[in-house]
């Protein structure tokens, strides 16, 4: 199927040939993966906007109330790393780490004032996100900015999966794991904006531009709210797998 | 002088041949400027980072306690406009529009965890902007970002002046007019935590590159903290100045 945005046919090209895979049979000259530095499948985001509290039973063990309308705060492309890069969190952000396994929407077509109707066709597809998060520098700032913006705390993967291969992005399961634990699985049926209202809501305000990347928020299981709390350590690896489009996996570094 | 910026000197270049000036004599054919769109003398910065609360003075007005260190927040790309562009303000936020008259700072060299000694090495240059917000969207959504990143809720102008004709960023005065009214009228020597300051801080979370704007907060006399409050209407003009560096006006329509 061609759908319309240039960029999301040679994506739909690249993942045919198996191009990306370790294991792929593109032919040609074949490289070790670990001899690459892999790099985020979006380049220079003019904005990451990520979207809190999308989940009700999220926003219930954080203690706070579901939003009323989406809840937009921002993440920086400094924060992002692709699959299989070493988060290297800046020492002066303290040791409340935690994860977020999230479905990111990679816009294709700009998009101002869309209704939630026409939303869907200016996604160019989706990636699997941690929205990696200091809960420290999080709160007491109060503005989440620094919190969810420091150096890699949005790596993003494993590859931008065309909407076209999507069925249905409020289908799919989320599962997060703190090494080999399961410590998040939901779905994205239980968003409380769907993709849809998130991108057309968001439209209103800001004009979305090709490349911008939107985390759609994350669903129940995060560290910080557990009892006792699960925060990341040095040399912990998350991983994020989003049905459908894969695996994002990161090992983090507290230096 | 030579900064050792090249972007720096190319700029330094055009501003002395007042190519940039309606009444430039750089020679050449000359163009009528109300025949051009003027661009915002940035374009596409990896990050706009604000900081929140930086005088005394408004953090009293604004009714909470002044931070104990600098309050990051974002605005992105979308809502940067040119000195003389006009600011359409989207529909969906509604009337309660305010000014914040800011200094603002360009990134012109690559920042990670610089002390505060070295950290205006990495200035390119200083413009002056407005801080357009919404207080609405603001503070019933209690993180900022929708309020303060619509569409031309940044208005930055006229030119980039290199930081070396700049002799102290800390003792620069900043007026902001509403239409001919002045409103604000501060000094950069108020700021909580200098541009030094806030260079240093931020770059121990978040690496700062080359072209990255930072506005380091706005001086008291906003509007929404007046009794009765002075908003901003549909046509009214924001001008801010800031000392040394010019002026960025702009008419506002809420269509």
């Given at each position: 199927?061609?759908?319309?945005?240039?960029?999301?046919?040679?994506?739909?090209?690249?993942?045919?040939?198996?191009?990306?895979?370790?294991?792929?049979?593109?032919?040609?000259?074949?490289?070790?993966?670990?001899?690459?530095?892999?790099?985020?499948?979006?380049?220079?985001?003019?904005?990451?906007?990520?979207?809190?509290?999308?989940?009700?039973?999220?926003?219930?063990?954080?203690?706070?109330?579901?939003?009323?309308?989406?809840?937009?705060?921002a993440?920086?492309?400094?924060?992002?790393?692709?699959?299989?890069?070493?988060?290297?969190?800046?020492?002066?952000?303290?040791?409340?780490?935690?994860?977020?396994?999230?479905?990111?929407?990679?816009?294709?077509?700009?998009?101002?004032?869309?209704?939630?109707?026409?939303?869907?066709?200016?996604?160019?597809?989706?990636?699997?996100?941690?929205?990696?998060?200091?809960?420290?520098?999080?709160?007491?700032?109060?503005?989440w900015?620094?919190?969810?913006?420091?150096?890699?705390?949005?790596?993003?993967?494993?590859v931008?999966?065309?909407?076209?291969?999507?069925?249905?992005?409020?289908?799919?399961?989320?599962?997060?794991?703190?090494n080999?634990?399961?410590?998040?699985?939901?779905?994205?049926?239980?968003?409380?904006?769907s993709?849809?209202?998130?991108i057309?809501?968001?439209?209103?305000?800001?004009?979305?531009?090709p490349?911008?990347?939107?985390?759609t928020?994350?669903?129940?299981?995060?560290?910080?709210?557990?009892?006792?709390?699960?925060?990341?350590?040095?040399?912990?690896v998350?991983?994020?797998?989003?049905?459908?489009?894969?695996?994002?996996?990161?090992?983090?570094?507290?230096?």
């Amino acid at each position: 199927t061609e759908s319309g945005h240039p960029a999301a046919d040679v994506l739909r090209e690249a993942l045919g040939t198996g191009a990306w895979r370790a294991d792929g049979d593109a032919g040609g000259a074949t490289v070790p993966v670990g001899d690459l530095e892999l790099l985020a499948p979006v380049a220079n985001p003019s904005k990451i906007l990520c979207v809190g509290l999308n989940y009700l039973d999220h926003a219930d063990e954080s203690g706070v109330q579901a939003p009323a309308k989406p809840l937009l705060f921002a993440k920086f492309p400094n924060a992002l790393r692709a699959d299989g890069a070493v988060v290297e969190v800046p020492k002066d952000i303290s040791g409340e780490l935690d994860y977020e396994g999230e479905l990111a929407v990679v816009i294709g077509r700009r998009a101002s004032h869309v209704g939630r109707d026409e939303a869907l066709d200016h996604v160019l597809g989706y990636v699997a996100a941690n929205d990696l998060s200091a809960r420290d520098a999080q709160f007491s700032d109060g503005q989440w900015l620094r919190g969810k913006s420091a150096d890699g705390f949005c790596p993003v993967g494993p590859v931008v999966v065309p909407a076209e291969d999507v069925a249905d992005p409020q289908a799919l399961r989320i599962v997060t794991r703190l090494n080999d634990q399961v410590v998040q699985d939901g779905s994205t049926a239980e968003m409380i904006f769907s993709v849809a209202e998130i991108i057309s809501y968001a439209s209103h305000y800001m004009t979305l531009e090709p490349g911008d990347l939107i985390l759609t928020g994350t669903p129940p299981g995060v560290g910080f709210a557990r009892k006792p709390p699960l925060l990341v350590q040095n040399g912990d690896v998350v991983t994020v797998t989003v049905e459908g489009i894969g695996s994002v996996a990161n090992r983090v570094l507290v230096v």
